[in-house]
Nanobody, 119 residues
């Protein structure tokens, strides 16, 4: 129900934009986020955006990335600029969503998309 796209190979200093689409009959999609798993490390949160577009970023982002969303389309994007070789990894999108107003939000994960930054 989450479809991620946009990964690929880019040279250091370049840019990539990842996209995530939430599909299905959700009553509400609240937080959306991007996580990544780089070689040798555990999965870590990269950026998060609430339904009101409040954003938080991991320290390592250092203003290089921008997360945004389109609530009408249930999509979120991660624009990544000034990419470094250490940004190489598998990036996954996340959404907290609920099927009806009576239910608590559940966690949903998309498949990972590989980002490779060559030095």
């Amino acid at each position: 129900q989450l479809q991620a796209s946009g990964g690929g190979l880019v040279q250091a200093g370049g840019s990539l934009t990842l996209s995530c689409t939430v599909s299905g009959s959700f009553y509400r999609v609240s937080a959306m986020a991007w996580y990544r798993q780089v070689p040798g490390k555990e999965r870590e949160e990269v950026a998060r955006i609430t339904s009101s577009s409040d954003t938080t970023y991991a320290d390592f982002v250092t203003s290089r990335f921008i997360i945004s969303r389109d609530n009408a389309k249930n999509t979120a994007s991660l624009q990544m600029n000034s990419l470094k070789s250490e940004d190489t990894g598998v990036y996954s999108c996340y959404a907290a969503a609920k099927m009806s107003p009576l239910l608590r939000p559940r966690d949903y994960w998309g498949q990972g998309t590989l980002v490779t930054v060559s030095s």
